[in-house]
């Protein structure tokens, strides 16, 4: 009988307060209040600005001349837009780099075909993937990963490329390339 009871209740009362009534400002108000404020702006934007009150003391107002002549500006040339990516800008700066042929290819990617190692100034051979030689010394730029060549060998050539990881810590790591047909030995295979 109660639960009847508050179930007829709580319909009334839903009812009741289900009216017509709307809680704020209708759309046709702001319409009609629209001409009103619009003038309004109009008249603030229209009027003179007002002078600034005057200073207390003669050592206020030399203090806020010499702030309004000093005339700072910002001049943005030659400076870094601070909302750009640091990690873009050394991405073009690294597209930009002018690259010798072979580092446009991983070291993998490079042969040995012949070295002349026993002489003032060692050299070596080294072929492209497409079979295109190139005559390389010591200090020669190879690889994609800035690698260059430190020593050339019987039969090898040592290569230092350095990594730069996502947090930019540079490691560096010796890459040997054996002349084709040895193993790292040097022995014929």
């Avoid at 497409?130 to 050539?157: H, Q, T, W």
């Avoid at 996502?166 to 040895?182: F, H, N, P, Q, V």
Wanted: hydrophobic share 40%.
């Amino acid at each position: 009988m109660r639960l009847g009871f508050a179930l007829l209740l709580l319909g009334t009362l839903s009812l009741v307060g289900c009216g017509n009534e709307t809680a704020g400002p209708k759309a046709s108000d702001y319409d009609a209040a629209k001409p009103k404020i619009l003038a309004a702006a109009r008249a603030r934007q229209n009027a003179a600005p007002s002078r600034p009150a005057a200073p207390a003391s003669a050592a206020e107002e030399a203090g806020a001349q010499a702030t309004v002549t000093s005339g700072y500006s910002y001049d943005p040339n030659e400076k870094r837009d601070p909302f750009r990516s640091f990690i873009l800008d050394q991405a073009r700066d690294a597209a930009e780099k002018d690259v010798g042929p072979l580092e446009q290819f991983d070291i993998s990617q490079l042969a040995v075909v012949a070295v002349v190692w026993d002489t003032g100034v060692p050299v070596a051979l080294v072929a492209d993937p497409s079979g295109r030689p190139y005559l390389i010394g010591e200090g020669a730029a190879v690889g994609k990963n800035d690698g260059r060549v430190i020593k050339i060998g019987d039969g090898m050539v040592l290569v230092k490329e350095t990594y730069v990881d996502w947090l930019g810590e540079k490691t560096t790591k010796d890459i040997e390339m054996s002349l084709a047909g040895r193993d790292k030995g040097g022995d014929l295979r």
